[in-house]
């Protein structure tokens, strides 16, 4: 038992911070602190910011761009990265399909994609939810039907996030639709998004935002190598790629740096000529936030140093649970502190609210989205009450 | 940073878990002892003694074993885990700490050298009826005539105050709070014992002009000793409450698998299993910030602040925990003769012996804004 980070890990933390604050476009970071929307632009400049120093897929095996870091390192870059206001690379990219190929696809699938899916040449969507499977993804429909040297697919999926950016998407399709278990018929092809046969409509959301779409699939034409690993595994694929997801999705450094954001936020506001920020009752309620938060960081810390062979360590969950509450929590908090300023979400420049308390609101709307998503909340007490408890 | 005992901490907490499980594994064993005073088992305690367990933290040649803060940790999780009785924390950490902080070399190699060897029994008089949670001393006075000092007013509740060989008083000086030592059978010392809520003892004490002995040498106000050793002290409970919390879990969900409702176990009824999870979250993240809380306390650092916010952690997932687990077994939860609502019992002692978590969040609201983020790795933790 030791608090301290050594010596070696003190420097590689002084070494992320110093790139971070420096390297990646100061623009870049100003949007993120100010809670905007990124465009494709800065999100691909960023991440090929990272990538040219080797920061943005160091989880990877090191033949293809990965560092060999251990996982408090890995914590160490994630955390610095959002303090910094530092967009995370692509995950679809570095997270999601990345390591899938890099584990299970063939080597020729490694050489074609791997380099550019670290660069963002490719940009990637995810095709796993479908209107009828959702938390029950095994469920899904979308079929891939074997004729000659391809596979043709029919189907649909949607909550595909930044898909009008996408070059391509990896998707799970039924290729066995026999089979005793669902769970056995489901495959894995990835495909460019601008097949003949491939339409995406945008779904608009509260916020009145553009982030997510449904993608439609009319005779698909897939050549048969772009099948990712075995036919009849993209389960286990899927369960890998979630599994990964939920490491990194608890945010922990993002919901620092809101919750710093939201005490200045709370200075600005004056309540019976006082800042809101000394109202005991707003300091009492940021202080919990900030121990609950700091309670979440050092579980991440201890989960980390117990996972084993890249597996998840069960109490994963607690990280996606807690974490998505902690970010739905901090979004709330700065809506409460732009009181009545949170409802002037589209004015524009001849109006004396703030820029924080304008996304304020938005914000907060589409982040309910982060106790759905990554496998729901009720999936990860799922997990726990089974994995953990043995209930 | 790392989370993991060594080998050795590992081994520690095996010989203990071991003598804790022989003694009350048996949870009727328990309640036998609880229900007689003095309020726990004399030969188990001379055991903890043999093991060195009570002389755990104390400065080897004040007849301690010199460990640290993390050997403290495991010791009281496992008294916890199956709500031992003897008061490791209250005797150890608490009176034992104060003794160690302010002694003089004579009065700790006397006290503590006692309290290792399980011959005397400390106890701390600082609580006061009418205040709660002060670092300070405000309704015992001390009074100096030459070279000695007499005491007089009333401390309550003080744990184990009745059987205790010695009381750590905190009282009224002239410019401050002082410490002093008072011998069980001091003149003009009137204790009044009785059964606490969790099984323990507490007392009344009156203090009538009684003999003390100034611990240490100068008068020095002691306030910050006070806070910095009930601040050790927290930590400790923190564990305990862990122990508590981790059995009432494992209780629990063994319970939902085993009792069966409408002709299914409870395990099946997805309300109850999702309310398990949540207890699990609780637990887990209380048990980080304790764990943390110690290595601050091991690394020299703020150790006051880090045990403020092991004391919001552990009271949240204390009253969490300690609640549905009676909920979640429903009737035989309430009963005297079932364990799960003692170990709800001891937990909701824990939460308000030494500051709960409303106060210890007020504290913490009274510095948000004196830093931008908390950095658990950074100042003013890492010492």
Not at chain 2, 96 to 109: F, M, N, S, Y
Not at chain 2, 117 to 128: F, I, N, P, S, Y
Not at chain 2, 226 to 246: F, K, N, P, Q, T
């Amino acid at each position: 038992m030791r608090l301290q980070l050594s010596p070696e890990l003190e420097a590689f933390r002084e070494e992320m911070r110093t790139f971070f604050t420096t390297q990646v476009p100061q623009e870049i970071r100003d949007t993120v602190a100010s809670r905007r929307d990124l465009s494709k632009a800065q999100l691909v400049e960023s991440m090929r910011t990272l990538n040219a120093a080797g920061l943005a897929v160091p989880h990877w095996p090191a033949e293809w761009g990965g560092r060999g870091w251990t996982p408090l390192q890995m914590h160490i870059w994630r955390e610095e990265m959002q303090l910094a206001c530092v967009p995370e690379p692509l995950p679809f990219n570095a997270s999601m399909i990345g390591p899938v190929i890099a584990t299970f696809g063939s080597q020729e699938q490694k050489e074609r994609f791997l380099p550019a899916t670290a660069n963002i040449d490719i940009w990637w969507c995810q095709g796993f939810s479908e209107p009828d499977a959702g938390s029950d993804l095994a469920s899904l429909r979308t079929t891939a039907v074997r004729d000659g040297d391809d596979w043709v697919v029919n189907g649909q999926k949607t909550w595909t996030t930044l898909g009008q950016h996408a070059d391509w998407i990896f998707c799970l399709v039924r290729t066995d639709p026999t089979a005793e278990k669902k769970q056995r018929g489901i495959s894995m092809l990835v495909f460019p998004m601008d097949s003949p046969g491939v339409t995406l409509r945008p779904i608009e959301l509260i916020d009145g935002g553009h982030e997510v779409n449904e993608v439609f699939f009319e005779d698909v034409r897939v050549p048969a190598e772009n099948l990712v690993g075995e036919e009849n595994r993209g389960w286990d694929y899927a369960k890998f790629l979630l599994g990964n997801e939920r490491v990194g999705i608890a945010r922990i450094g993002a919901t620092k740096r809101l919750l710093a954001q939201a005490k200045s936020y709370a200075r600005e506001v004056t309540v019976d000529g006082r800042p809101l920020a000394a109202e005991p009752r707003m300091a009492a309620r940021i202080a919990e936030l900030e121990n609950e938060l700091m309670a979440l960081e050092l579980t991440a810390l201890r989960v980390v140093a117990h996972s084993t062979d890249g597996k998840p360590h069960p109490a994963s969950s607690v990280l996606k649970l807690r974490g998505s509450e902690l970010q739905q929590a901090a979004t709330e908090l700065v809506v409460d502190i732009a009181g009545p300023l949170s409802v002037s979400s589209f004015a524009d420049g001849g109006s004396a609210v703030p820029d924080w308390a304008r996304v304020a609101t938005p914000e907060y709307l589409n982040y309910r989205k982060v106790s759905i998503y990554g496998g729901s909340n009720e999936v990860q007490r799922t997990i726990i009450a089974g994995t953990i408890l043995g209930l | 940073m790392d989370f993991t005992f060594d080998s050795e901490q590992h081994d520690l907490r095996e010989a203990v878990r071991g003598l804790l499980e022989r003694a009350y594994g048996d949870a009727e064993q328990r309640r036998r002892v609880t229900g007689t005073d003095p309020g726990f088992d004399e030969k188990t305690w001379a055991r903890m003694a043999e093991m060195g367990l009570l002389g755990l933290p104390f400065a080897e040649e004040h007849g301690g074993m010199g460990a640290g803060p993390i050997e403290v940790a495991v010791v009281a999780e496992e008294i916890g885990r199956v709500l031992a009785p003897e008061p490791f924390v209250e005797a150890v950490v608490l009176a034992g700490g104060l003794v160690a902080a302010a002694g003089t070399d004579e009065q700790r190699t006397e006290v503590l050298g006692g309290i290792a060897e399980g011959t005397t029994l400390a106890a701390v008089a600082h609580a006061e009826p009418g205040t709660r949670w002060s670092p300070s001393a405000s309704a015992v006075t001390a009074t100096r005539d030459g070279d000695s000092w007499s005491l007089s007013g009333v401390k309550e509740p003080v744990l184990n105050g009745a059987r205790a060989d010695v009381l750590v008083v905190s009282a009224v000086v002239d410019g401050g709070t002082a410490l002093f030592l008072v011998r069980g059978d001091a003149a003009g010392l009137t204790r009044t014992g009785y059964r606490t809520h969790d099984g323990g003892r507490a007392a009344h004490v009156r203090f009538d002009g009684t003999p003390a002995d100034l611990l240490g040498t100068d008068l020095a106000d002691r306030t910050s000793v006070v806070e910095r050793v009930l601040a050790e002290a927290r930590i400790g409970y923190a564990h305990e409450a862990i122990g508590s919390m981790d059995t009432a879990l494992r209780t629990t969900a063994e319970y939902l698998k085993t009792r069966k409702q409408f002709g299914v176990t409870l395990n099946r009824f997805q309300a109850l299993t999702f309310r398990a999870a949540d207890m699990y979250v609780s637990l887990e993240l209380a048990r980080s910030t304790a764990l943390w809380a110690s290595m601050v306390q091991d690394a020299g650092g703020d150790v006051v602040a880090a045990a403020d916010r092991a004391r919001l952690q552990t009271s949240r997932a204390g009253r969490h925990i300690g609640k549905e687990a009676i909920q979640l077994h429903g009737g035989i939860g309430v009963t005297a003769e079932y364990t799960i609502g003692h170990h709800t019992s001891r937990l909701t002692a824990i939460d308000h012996l030494l500051g709960d978590g409303e106060w210890a969040l007020s504290r913490l609201a009274a510095g948000v804004d004196g830093h931008e983020t908390v950095d658990p790795l950074g100042a003013p933790y890492t010492g």
